[in-house]
């Protein structure tokens, strides 16, 4: 069983468009996050949710929209896709916010914007 | 303000040669975690160790082998006997607590090529 689970793992698709990325952990944890990794491979933190709370958003264009319908399901939502937000998106969690415990990371998305 | 600083962008080696990738950090954080992934060319992110700021044990695994010490804030890896399988892009990551809320601070990664 995969501990974290992202979907789709390839995503191509033209400026404009709205797109989503899943996410799903089975390990029980009370935390999720989304980072983002740019074509000089630099991995930043986007976003983060603690039992379905928001409470990391970093400096993140309105277009990107996290969704957390329950702790162990965090989904992102992009608008209107531009050519910048070609990456390689990765969901993580740990067991809890205040201690970073039992970190674990998905394989990761690659959007690319044509 | 919190930073991670692998000076190393890339390093070229032959295998079997020992191999020490650098991290230094920055905290104002009295308590904080240290991790190392390994991204291998399949992309995925391996988590190699964590440790937190009490424990300055050295800690070795296998070929694998970290030196931490708070007086240089520098938390580095060491590869012995490195193997073609070794190559990947290493990552040194800083997570503060509480105020980090979590989240990893990452190094830029320095790219490791082991060569036949």
């Known amino acids: 069983d995969t501990a974290v689970s992202q979907t789709p793992k390839y995503l191509v698709t033209q400026m404009g468009n709205d797109k989503s990325i899943k996410c799903e952990q089975n390990?029980?944890?009370?935390?999720m996050y989304w980072y983002k990794q740019d074509s000089k491979k630099f991995l930043k933190i986007m976003f983060s949710?603690?039992?379905?709370?928001?409470?990391i958003n970093e400096t993140v264009p309105n277009r990107f929209s996290p969704k957390s319908p329950d702790k162990a399901h965090l989904n992102l939502h992009i608008n209107s896709l531009e050519l910048g937000d070609s990456a390689v998106y990765f969901c993580a969690s740990s067991q809890d916010s205040g201690r970073p415990y039992g970190y674990t990371f998905g394989s990761g998305t690659r959007l690319t914007v044509v | 303000a919190q930073k991670v600083t692998q000076a190393q962008t890339e390093i070229s080696v032959v295998e079997k040669e020992d191999v020490t990738l650098d991290c230094v950090y920055e905290t104002r954080d009295t308590t904080y975690y240290l991790f190392w992934y390994k991204q291998p060319p399949s992309g995925e992110l391996v988590f190699l160790i964590r440790?937190?700021?009490?424990?300055?044990q050295n800690e070795i695994s296998g070929r694998y082998s970290w030196n931490f010490q708070k007086s240089t804030s520098s938390f580095n890896f060491t590869i012995t006997a490195s193997q073609v399988v070794d190559s990947a892009v290493y990552f040194c990551?800083?997570?503060?607590?509480?105020?980090?809320?979590?989240?990893?601070?990452f190094g830029q990664g320095t790219t490791l090529q082991v060569k036949p």
């Open positions: 949710y603690n039992n379905k709370e928001l409470i």
């Open positions: 990551a800083l997570s503060g607590a509480p105020s980090n809320t979590g989240k990893l601070i």
């Open positions: 440790r937190n700021s009490f424990d300055e």
């Open positions: 390990l029980g944890h009370d935390t």
